[in-house]
């Protein structure tokens, strides 16, 4: 069974600062991973996804790296706002159509 | 336009009730996914429907009932819940191609179910 971790649990920056989330899976044989964000008892909001062959993908603020041999994907947000406050979501997906989700980054960019 | 609704937003229900979750989008997805997500916790997926017919079924149990009417519309009917089932419930679409569902997946806002 995939296991997601993703570290660390909650973040605190000011305005500006760059922020740097983390996640790691325990089996490496993916078809792709997914960032997603999540506001207070919404729905999730897809930010990227990386195929299993790609190493980065970038949109906006946003760039996801993906090392699929060590299981790892970190998600970097430039220059972060307090508009980017929210819980972020890493899933890999490791059958079809059944993405594994960590537990979630909760950050807070203050004004 | 990649919009999934679903209906109703909050929903309170007694143990010896029947209700019914809606869920639509007009993206032409094929894929269409229920999951489950407690207070604090990730999703944890439910079912998957690829061109209308079950495809995966997590070991839920029979008190959720997954229906899939047509390629826009997906239905979860609920009886006989426990409050234990309390939670918010995400339908999700994705194109459903041939490659196996590997596409983005976008999610609904939800429904906020309680359970008395």
């Known amino acids: 069974k995939q296991e997601v971790t993703q570290i660390p649990a909650a973040l605190s920056v000011p305005e500006g600062e760059n922020l740097v989330l983390n996640c790691s899976f325990t089996d490496s044989a993916i078809y792709n991973l997914q960032w997603f964000r999540q506001d207070p008892g919404k729905g999730l909001t897809s930010l990227l996804l990386?195929?299993?062959?790609?190493r980065e993908q970038t949109s906006g603020r946003l760039n996801a790296s993906l090392d699929k041999s060590s299981g790892r994907s970190t998600l970097y947000i430039a220059a972060s706002q307090p508009g980017d406050s929210a819980t972020y979501l890493c899933?890999?997906?490791?059958?079809?159509?059944?993405?594994?989700f960590g537990a979630g980054t909760t950050v807070t960019v203050r004004a | 336009d990649t919009e999934v609704t679903q209906t109703p937003k909050h929903l309170v229900m007694g143990m010896t009730n029947k209700k019914s979750l809606k869920c639509e989008q007009h993206?032409?997805?094929?894929?269409m996914y229920w999951y489950k997500q407690k207070a604090k916790k990730p999703p944890e997926l439910m079912f998957v429907y690829s061109y209308e017919k079950l495809s995966i079924n997590e070991s839920v149990p029979s008190r959720f009932s997954p229906e899939c009417p047509n390629s826009s519309l997906l239905n979860l009917h609920l009886h006989a819940l426990q409050p234990e089932d309390s939670a918010l419930y995400l339908c999700?679409?994705?194109?459903?191609?041939?490659?196996?569902?590997?596409?983005?997946?976008?999610f609904g806002p939800g429904t906020r179910l309680l359970v008395l």
């Open positions: 999700a679409s994705s194109q459903g191609l041939a490659s196996g569902g590997q596409e983005t997946q976008y």
């Open positions: 899933a890999p997906m490791g059958g079809f159509y059944k993405l594994s």
């Open positions: 993206m032409g997805h094929r894929a």
């Open positions: 990386i195929q299993s062959s790609q």
